[in-house]
């Protein structure tokens, strides 16, 4: 049994984890156990670095046979996160993506290196929000809108796949499924959406994500 800790942006990230992820992981004997992030008096949202990295230290002191995983935006994420300037300055979001987390990878390291965060620790920076897995299959998107199903894949064919959908107020992906139909709920039309569309279906559209879900499964060996 392998148990990972993984500190979550807010309450979307929170229960895809609880009803998507984790029952998946689960079935491979990896079992999820996420938080927000934390600040005294204060739960979710403010994605800075320095207070992702108190959450991190917990889990890794708490336990030394336990791994850490975040699950946070990079749309809107603050200028103190590892690797955020250079990646503003990189084009293709599998780019900004790989400094985004290999920068944070080596900042914990340098943070915490008597916790074995080589192994420990897994960084992931979703691009650019969460709600890009939830058009990953037009066809349930469209039905759970009750919109028709090429508005979803003329966004696809703009922006290319559903992780490249883009990194600015007007065209990020929440806001996006907002402008399709005044009936999307972050929490429970999307969840809705997420579970109808399936773990494989999502994985299988949006590689980053499966990267890093395959990194998690692997823990289990």
């Known amino acids: 049994m392998v148990e990972v800790y993984v500190v979550v942006e807010g309450k979307t990230e929170m229960d895809l984890v609880n009803k998507l992820i984790a029952p998946h992981l ?7 156990y996420p938080t927000m992030i934390s600040k005294k008096g204060q739960k ?19 336990r030394r046979d336990t791994s850490v995983t975040t699950l946070v935006d990079f749309y809107g994420i603050k200028s103190d996160w ?9 084009t293709p979001h599998t780019e900004k993506a790989r400094i985004m987390n290999e920068a944070t990878h080596r900042e914990v390291n340098r943070l ?4 074995n965060t080589e192994r420990r620790f ?10 890009s897995l939830l058009f990953s299959a037009p066809e349930v998107l469209a039905e759970k809108l009750n919109i028709r199903q090429q ?65 998690m499964e692997d823990l289990a060996n």
């Open 122 to 131: 897994i960084p992931y920076v979703s691009m650019y929000e969460t709600e």
């Open 151 to 215: 508005e979803v894949i003329e966004i696809l064919n703009q922006c290319g796949a559903p992780e490249e959908i883009n990194d600015s107020y007007e065209t990020k992906p929440s806001k996006r499924l907002k402008g399709l139909s005044p009936r999307f709920k972050k929490i429970s039309t999307g969840i809705a959406i997420a579970e109808e569309t399936g773990i494989e279906r999502i994985r299988a559209a949006c590689p980053l994500f499966g990267a890093w879900l395959g990194i």
């Open 82 to 90: 590892p690797g955020y300037e250079e990646s503003r300055a990189a």
């Open 26 to 32: 689960a079935e491979k004997g990896v079992y999820l």
């Open 112 to 115: 915490f290196p008597e916790s």
């Open 44 to 62: 979710g949202g403010d994605v800075r670095f320095s207070r992702v990295a108190n959450d991190i230290e917990k889990f890794l002191k708490q």
